[in-house]
């Protein structure tokens, strides 16, 4: 046997019995590093002459290459055996019982914020926000009731006893309007917001609790008139609704912030108990509920907001939130909304994977 044949019978021989990957290294490095045997008669190729290296060139380079090709299957044996004893070791046993599934779910109001910034933002509104402390002058003074404004006193407000480092008279804010005031200096015209948020006035009832949510809308931009605010409370209301046969009664009414004024009642039917939204609220059986307040936004107000009312004009309005889900969602107390209690939730909740949207519908409770 020759020397070449003579090594490569050895290298073959201890690679097959290499036991792990670390044998398979060191004899590859022993035969293919810079000192091992194999790089060794490389080197020697260079001394030769040329007839020489025309015979032992081929021999040596069939070396490497039988090494190299042992060294790797060595290694991928090795690995699958490795693979095969852990799978064989790891057990997985399905029998046992599944984890406990998430507790929980999304309050109806939430829900219902979600329905309404999904159905706003298809329409192109922003989402704006405002501070629950408020100063007067945003509460009150910019959307035109000043002090001495009889309307002030129908907010039932909670004031604070001391004023702020300004000096100003601080409440806790009656309604989201003031955001109005905020979002038109901060962001100047043409505007399209909606400002969702929680409110709050001393009265407590069925239909009134101290604080409750509301989710305000401003429209700022040239040549709005009342068509605009018509069609965006039927479109808005027929797809929150998810139904066609709405019908909306528009009230003459007053607000300071808006002139003309609307309220803005829905029809519906007292089914066993549940309120369905639908139909005239004249008709026999039926009733209306008061949603929301709205109106062309006062010339006044554009000003506070630092907009010139003779080149911008708009409307806004202001939704109950909570109305909006007791009507969807049948519930009768709105106190319960705010009690905390697990079985209410549980039986009003709904699915944190129920995110709404347009396409797969804007609320089917869980
Ligand atoms: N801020 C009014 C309220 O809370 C609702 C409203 C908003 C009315 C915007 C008109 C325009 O009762």
């Known amino acids: 046997m020759s020397d070449i044949e003579q090594l490569k019978a050895e290298l073959l021989g201890a690679i097959g019995e ?3 990957l670390a044998g398979v290294e060191a004899i590859r490095v022993s035969a293919l590093g810079k000192q091992g045997s194999v790089s060794g008669l490389l080197k020697t190729l260079g001394k030769m002459s040329p007839e020489e290296r025309q ?26 055996a490795a693979l095969d ?29 979600d329905e ?19 100063d007067d002058w945003h509460n009150f003074t910019a959307l035109n009731m000043p002090e001495t404004h009889p309307a002030r006193a129908m907010h039932d407000t909670f004031y604070f006893p001391d004023r702020d480092a300004q000096d100003r008279e601080m409440v806790l804010r009656t309604h989201t309007s003031p ?3 905020r979002t038109m200096l901060s962001e100047g015209a043409p505007l399209r917001i909606i400002a969702p948020g929680r409110v709050y006035r001393s009265d407590s009832d069925a239909t009134h609790t101290p ?3 509301q989710v305000e809308a401003l429209v700022i931009d040239k040549d709005i008139h009342l068509g605009h605010l018509k069609w965006t409370l039927e479109t808005f209301l027929k797809a929150f609704f998810e139904r066609d046969d709405i019908v909306l009664r528009l009230r003459p009414s007053y607000f300071p912030f808006t002139e003309p004024s609307v309220e ?39 000003k506070a907001g630092g907009l010139d009312p003779d080149e911008w004009q708009g409307f806004a309005f202001g939704v109950g939130v909570d109305r909006l889900a007791m009507l969807k969602y ?23 994977l129920d995110v709404p949207t347009l396409s797969g519908g804007v609320g089917t409770p869980a």
């Open 330 to 352: 049948g519930m009768d107390d709105l106190r319960a909304f705010f009690d905390g209690d697990v079985r209410w939730l549980s039986h009003y909740g709904f699915s944190a």
């Open 179 to 181: 955001v109005q005031i």
């Open 18 to 20: 290499a036991a792990d």
């Open 55 to 80: 015979v032992e060139g081929p021999k040596i380079h069939a070396l490497r290459e039988a090494v190299t090709a042992a060294l790797g299957a060595r290694k991928d044996a090795l690995e699958s």
């Open 264 to 302: 803005v009642d829905v029809g519906y039917a007292n089914e066993g108990g549940r309120r369905v939204v639908g139909g005239s609220g004249d008709e026999p059986g039926h009733a209306w509920m008061e949603v929301l307040g709205s109106g062309m936004v006062n010339r006044h107000v554009i």
């Open 85 to 113: 004893a852990r799978l064989a070791s790891e057990t997985i046993d399905l029998s046992l019982p599944a984890p406990e599934m998430p507790k929980g779910s999304v309050h109806p109001v939430s829900q219902v914020m």
């Open 116 to 134: 309404l910034a999904e159905i706003f933002a298809d329409m192109g509104f922003a989402v704006a926000t405002g501070p629950e402390i408020e």
């Open 211 to 213: 604080m409750f949510h």
